[in-house]
T-cell receptor, first 112, second 113 residues
Framework: DGGITQSPKYLFRKEGQNVTLSCEQN?????MYWYRQDPGQGLRLIYY???????QKGDIAEGYSVSREKKESFPLTVTSAQKNPTAFYLC???????????FGPGTRLTVL | SQKIEQNSEALNIQEGKTATLTCNYT??????LQWYRQDPGRGPVFLLL?????KEKRKERLKVTFDTTLKQSLFHITASQPADSATYLC????????????FGAGTRLAVHP
């Protein structure tokens, strides 16, 4: 099956810990994105990557880091510097930078 | 300031009626607008895209209009069904070197039998 997968579905973190969220796609898309969704707010862009080995900060990149070593994979690390990390995290991909974005199922991160 | 607004209150309608959801924006000049459906705990699913030079787009029971003068998009679901119950997100596509999407917070639709 083609699509975007995210793992884990639920993730719990203690304060002060870094955690890494996985995002994989087998759609052969060049561009990938990470968003954060909080109740009552629209999705907000954390990071995006238009091509392998390149990525750019979005609107709320502080406290997050990414890598794009392979076309299929775009992992997001939530660092201890992120002060309010509890949220629903969504990964998306698009064929090119100006094409429709398709979303994964999301990871819900809770800080204990 | 730049804003994109969708009705925060849930829309409740009877099965078989037409549901109309509104997306208003200010201080943006979008090249296109997209509508997504999101079920609880799931990722958004792309439904329709309408470009700035298009007035209306249809797909099966869905219809989207885009009025760049009023800065508004309307999303219609005709002959609504309980399975249409979900949150619907609008997203503005703005130019800037990549496919930057600005999302509204979404409107929850509940279709009652």
């Amino acid at each position: 099956d083609g699509g975007i997968t995210q793992s884990p579905k639920y993730l719990f973190r203690k304060e002060g810990q870094n955690v890494t969220l996985s995002c994989e796609q087998n759609l052969n898309h060049d561009a990938m994105y990470w968003y954060r969704q909080d109740p009552g707010q629209g999705l907000r862009l954390i990071y995006y990557s238009q091509i392998v080995n390149d990525f750019q900060k979005g609107d709320i990149a502080e406290g997050y880091s990414v890598s794009r070593e392979k076309k299929e994979s775009f992992p997001l690390t939530v660092t201890s510097a992120q002060k309010n990390p509890t949220a629903f995290y969504l990964c998306a991909s698009s064929l090119g930078a100006a094409d429709t974005q398709y979303f994964g199922p999301g990871t819900r991160l809770t800080v204990l | 300031s730049q804003k994109i607004e969708q009705n925060s209150e849930a829309l409740n309608i009877q099965e078989g009626k037409t549901a109309t959801l509104t997306c208003n924006y200010t201080n943006y000049s979008p090249a296109y607008l997209q509508w997504y459906r999101q079920d609880p705990g799931r990722g958004p699913v792309f439904l329709l895209l309408i470009r700035e030079n298009e007035k209306e787009k249809r797909k099966e029971r869905l219809k989207v209009t885009f009025d760049t003068t009023l800065k508004q998009s309307l999303f219609h679901i005709t002959a609504s069904q309980p399975a249409d119950s979900a949150t619907y997100l609008c997203a503005l596509g703005v130019s800037g070197g990549y496919n930057k999407l600005i999302f509204g917070a979404g409107t929850r639709l509940a279709v009652h039998p």
